[in-house]
């Protein structure tokens, strides 16, 4: 059973990051879903992944996907890819600068915080390998937003 604190993080996880999206517009939710939704799909293997391996432990003690590593895939993933993409596509540098910080922040910052939170703690990884781990999909997202772009699909102007 999930526990209330970790029900309502879950919620939060999910609701607050698409919530966001309103503020990105019509045109660059269009423009940049695709590569989102790509990386979510491969966020989910990689949490599969991660968790066959044990590199994090989650407190509650029923082992779920559903209610454990699924709302980090789905929540903050591809509203922060979009609006990365946003922020910087056109600028590799940049774009692998601000990826660096926000995978930073939450490999070294929000993870000890949730790990206070008795939500969620790294088991067989360390912040610097948790670091790695979120940050080598940047330049996955980038080569498929790349992609979308080159075949400028869906006929949005401006690409």
């Not at 209330?4 to 045109?27: A, E």
């Not at 989102?36 to 966020?43: A, D, L, S």
């Not at 293997?45 to 895939?73: A, V, Y």
Request: glycine letters at 6%; a positive charge; one cysteine or more.
């Amino acid at each position: 059973m999930v526990s209330k604190r970790h029900f309502v993080f879950n919620i939060c996880m999910v609701v607050i990051p698409w919530l966001s999206l309103i503020f990105l517009g019509k045109r660059d939710i269009k423009r940049y879903s695709i590569a989102g939704f790509v990386i979510i799909i491969f966020e989910i293997i990689n949490h599969k992944f991660g968790q066959k391996r044990n590199w994090w432990m989650f407190f509650d003690k029923r082992k779920s996907f559903l209610t454990n590593e699924l709302p980090f895939s789905i929540g903050p993933y591809m509203p922060l890819s979009m609006w990365l993409l946003k922020l910087s596509y056109g600028n590799f540098k940049k774009f692998l600068g601000l990826n660096a910080i926000a995978d930073g922040l939450f490999a070294f910052l929000f993870i000890n915080l949730f790990k206070k939170m008795k939500i969620v703690g790294l088991y067989r990884l360390n912040n610097f390998q948790f670091f790695f781990y979120l940050y080598y999909k940047a330049f996955l997202l980038y080569g498929v937003q790349y992609w979308v772009e080159k075949r400028k699909w869906f006929g949005v102007k401006g690409y």
